[in-house]
């Protein structure tokens, strides 16, 4: 049985910028945008590659974001979103050059119970400002995610943990101590990992984290903020019914030792943001 996100879909509403005031009609940029895979499924991780040409009517300043909805078509909810910083500022786009970058993410499992083998989406990408409202929408289309067929190995933080925490815009995280661990169902077939996170580099310049698949190191990290995709082939999950992630960081910090008002005494050494596995 297919678990149904309903937590999910409430913070990713709760995350919906505030721009339904004023719509600015005439787009300002042309859009192309392609997926890898190209045929998108839920619970999965895709790539979704953005061409962005501005026109001679672009005239938007770094206060603007992009946002990417996806909207369940029956429910009319908003299934999944990706708004984010382009990585060339606004300020820098020239008429007539083109803006290429991608972005990957995992799309969640889907909320309903269904027997049907897809399900329709409509996709709404443009730019909005967060403090006055405006919104430009550039591109829409709609497309069909196709229901994966695997089931999501169930992971279990074991070891090293704190709850997850979350913020008024839907944003979450959860902390982990120096030494993480998680045991996660092994299917015997060959998983992708999708893993973000960040870590406070004042309080913790030079840190480390390694991450290893049952003693086995797979990558170090060291970026203050992370975005990783894995690839983990049956050999190095083992034989067990489970195996094990696991998380070792060099340095933690004290919240009550480095801030005044602060009575958290938890050893706190990355907060990871998303922790996603499926079968490839």
């Known amino acids: 049985m297919r678990k149904i996100a309903l937590v999910l879909a409430i913070l990713t509403l709760i995350m919906l910028p505030a721009c339904k005031k004023k719509q600015i009609q005439k787009p300002p940029a042309d859009l192309q945008v392609t997926f890898e895979p190209q045929d998108l499924r839920d619970a999965y991780v895709t790539t979704m590659k953005y061409t962005w040409t501005p026109t001679k009517d672009f005239k938007l300043t770094d206060d603007y974001w992009i946002f990417v909805h996806f909207w369940d078509v029956s429910t009319k909810t908003m299934y999944f979103q990706d708004d984010h910083k382009p990585p060339v500022p606004f ?142 082939d049956p050999a190095i999950l083992g034989n067990g019914d489970e195996f094990e992630l696991r998380f070792e960081a060099e340095k933690s910090f004290i919240p009550k030792e480095v801030y005044k008002n602060s009575s958290d005494t938890r050893e706190l050494a990355v907060a990871i943001t998303r922790l996603f596995i499926c079968i490839k």
Do not use: M
């Not at 007539?96 to 269904?114: D, M, N, Q, V």
């Not at 069909?144 to 190995?153: A, D, G, L």
């Not at 893993?195 to 698949?213: D, E, H, M, N």
């Open 91 to 232: 300020s820098k786009w020239e008429t007539g050059k083109s803006i290429t970058y991608s972005r990957t993410f995992a799309l969640p499992e889907y909320i309903e119970e269904i027997t049907k083998k897809s399900f329709p989406v409509d996709i709404t990408i443009g730019f909005y400002n967060p403090s006055t409202g405006d919104k430009i929408t550039v591109f829409k289309k709609r497309v069909e995610i196709k229901i994966n067929p695997e089931v999501v190995p169930q992971i279990i933080y074991s070891e090293g943990w704190y709850s997850e925490e979350y913020d008024k815009k839907g944003r979450t995280w959860r902390w982990a101590s120096k030494k993480a661990v998680c045991r996660v169902e092994n299917p015997k077939k060959p998983l992708i990992l999708y893993l973000t996170g960040y870590y406070p580099a004042p309080l913790l310049s030079g840190q480390k984290i390694r991450i290893l698949v049952n003693d086995k190191v797979i990558d170090e990290i060291t970026d203050p903020e992370f975005k990783k995709v894995y690839t983990l």
